[in-house]
Structure formats: C-alpha cells, structure tokens
C-alpha cells in the first residue's frame, strides 16, 4: 500500500489524516503527478534542522523544476509532538523523510544507543569523519533497513551542553540533586542518575521550555544552535561546555516512499539530501561561535572547562559503556569509537 507522497497538483494535505486520500491519487500518470515530499523533524522553526530541511527542500525543488514540492513539519508537527510516533508514521511512509536524534530510534533498536554515549569522538573532526565514513553509513542503514525506513545521511548537530538556571556547573559533583530534562532514553536517564547523581526528567522537547520557565525542571542539555533557536536563553542563563555528547542528526526515509519514486526522483532527493546534510554541517562550524557570542549579549554565562576538568567527567561516567554494551553490543560501541578511523 502506497502513502501520502503522490499526489496530483493541487492536492491539499491536511495532517496525517489526508494519507487516506493520497492512496487513490497514486495509479495517476507519472508525467502528470506532482510528488509531495512532507520532511518533519524535532526542532523549532529556524533550528539548524529547519534551515537544513529548507535547504533541501530548495534543492529538491529546483532539480525537479518544480515537479517535486517538500513540505515541513517542525517540532514533530505530524505526530503530535511525540518523538517516537514519528519514527512510526515514517516507517508507515506517513512521514515520507523524518531528522531526529539517531537515539530516537532506538525504542526499535537499541544499537541507535550508540550515537548518545558520551565521550565517543575527541574532536569535532572526528564526529565529521564518522558521519561521512562509508561503513558507518552502511551499517547503519541495515539498521534502518529493517525497521522499514533508508538512511539519507548524518550531519554534526553540535555538542549537547548542560544548561540551567541555579548555577555554574563545573564539576560532575555541581549535578548532584538537579532536575535536568533529558530525552526519554535509558542511556541519558543512566548517565545523569546513576554517575552524575541527578534527577533526571524525560520529557518531550515541545515540553521543555515550558517546564524551564515554570521551574518545573533546573536545566536541561542540547546542542547551543537548539538552545538559542528554541529561546532557552529567556528562562536559563548558565550553560556548562562540556562537550559530553556530539550529538547528530539522522535523515530517514520511509521505505515505501522510496520505493515509490522514479529512478529520477530518486536521484535528485538523495542528491539533495547529500547538498544539504553538508550545509548543515557548514553551517555548524561557521556560526556556531557567533552564536555563543550573541548569547553573551544577552546575558547568558558561558563556563567553559578545561581539559582536565571534562577529563573528570569522563572518569566518572565511564561505567557507562560497560552497562550498555549487552543492548548495544561490543561490535557497535568499537565501531562508535574507533572504526570510522580506518574508512
């Protein structure tokens, strides 16, 4: 059964409830079908998922001279705002293409785990040589493969840094007792209950700033382009750099809307998705400091920890690779940390 991505010019789609009604449309003559791509993701509008998303779509649009038209969905607009039920309504080709968080996924398959272990890559060169190297690529489109959806590529998120509205942060000690928002996955929930002696809280992101403002929850820890866009800088004012996770993103696509396309159509969106996952990637490096400092602007206080001060994190949490290797598996956590080295 075909979803909701082909469609005749002038078709009107109205949420996930119009699948129904592109089912009839997909017997119509190619060469009069226009292909409606509809592109969700987690973040806010004007994220670094927002403007990556606008730039494929761009890309899309005029390669296809207009034949093929992206539509997005910001903040999970097509699920709700639930993380894990657009991972469901793409695998259902609901959602024809869906970026997120790789651990999003991992309610399907735990080795999806393996993108939030923290620590993984020294450098930001090394997280840019593990999401261009070719077997990383592989292997986790098998992942993706069998959960019915194709891997369209990943790009450098930022680094997830703690911010909160109590105090510095320097040391894992200065976690102990704090309510830190953290996404709904056991690798999170363990790494600041068990080694940081936190309280975290998992929540949907539509849900955090919110929760921040009304004091509901003392802080929480994303990429520093997700905390400007998402405005954090309002109701928190201490972010803590300390680099834990290099976070990612993964673009997905529904196997069914794969297999619908053309030859040509599908050339174009995997060439575009491959434009614009390095745009992001761009775009990371270069605004990325000017975002710190508009934030300094505004009153926000950066911590900054040296070497030897991330090093004492690292220590404390290292326990962490051990307790998750039975569901993440010993192959994949060695691939994570040193197998795209070798591609």
């Known amino acids: 059964m075909k979803s909701l991505f082909t469609r005749i010019t002038g078709a009107v789609l109205t949420g996930v409830a119009a699948a129904t009604l592109a089912l009839s449309l997909s017997g119509c003559d190619k060469t009069e079908r226009q292909t409606v791509i509809n592109f969700s993701h987690t973040q806010a509008p004007n994220s670094v998922s927002d ?18 038209r992206v539509e997005i969905f910001t903040n999970c607009g097509l699920s709700g705002g639930d993380l894990t039920k657009a991972i469901e309504l793409t695998q259902t080709g609901n959602i024809d293409i869906h970026a997120c968080a790789p651990a999003n996924i991992a309610n399907y398959d735990p ?9 993984l890559f020294p450098t930001e060169d090394n997280l840019l040589k593990f999401c261009h190297s070719q077997k990383v690529k592989d292997e986790v489109n098998k992942w993706c493969n069998a959960i019915e959806t194709e891997n369209l590529g990943i790009h450098n998120a930022g680094s997830r840094q703690i911010s909160n509205s109590k105090k510095e ?7 102990i007792g704090m309510n830190i928002r953290v996404p709904g996955a056991n690798v999170f929930i ?26 509901a929850i003392d802080g929480q820890e994303n990429p520093i382009a997700v905390y400007a866009s998402s405005k954090f800088d309002e109701v928190q004012k ?3 750099l300390w680099d834990g996770v290099r976070d990612t993103t993964i673009w997905i696509m529904s196997s069914a809307t794969l297999e619908s396309l053309t030859d040509e159509e599908e050339r174009i969106v995997r060439e575009s998705a491959d434009k614009a996952l390095q745009w992001a990637n761009d775009y990371l490096a270069e605004s990325e400091g000017q975002i710190i400092a508009d934030l300094k602007k505004k009153g926000v206080i950066f911590t900054e920890l040296t070497e030897e001060e991330k090093n004492a994190f690292k220590e404390k949490c290292q326990g962490i690779y051990a307790e998750f290797e039975p569901s993440i598996g ?13 591609d």
């Open 169 to 175: 942060i320097k040391t894992p000690d200065d976690l």
């Open 190 to 215: 363990s790494l600041y209950r068990t080694y940081f002696g936190a309280n975290p809280t998992a929540m949907d992101f539509s849900e955090v700033y919110t929760s921040l403002q009304q004091g």
């Open 51 to 68: 403007l990556a998303a606008q730039q494929f779509k761009k890309y899309v649009e005029e390669a296809s001279n207009g034949k093929m």
């Open 111 to 119: 080795r999806f785990y393996a993108f939030w272990l923290p620590f």
């Open 238 to 240: 201490y972010v803590t």
């Open 330 to 342: 010993k192959d994949v956590i060695e691939l994570f940390t040193k197998g795209y080295l070798e």
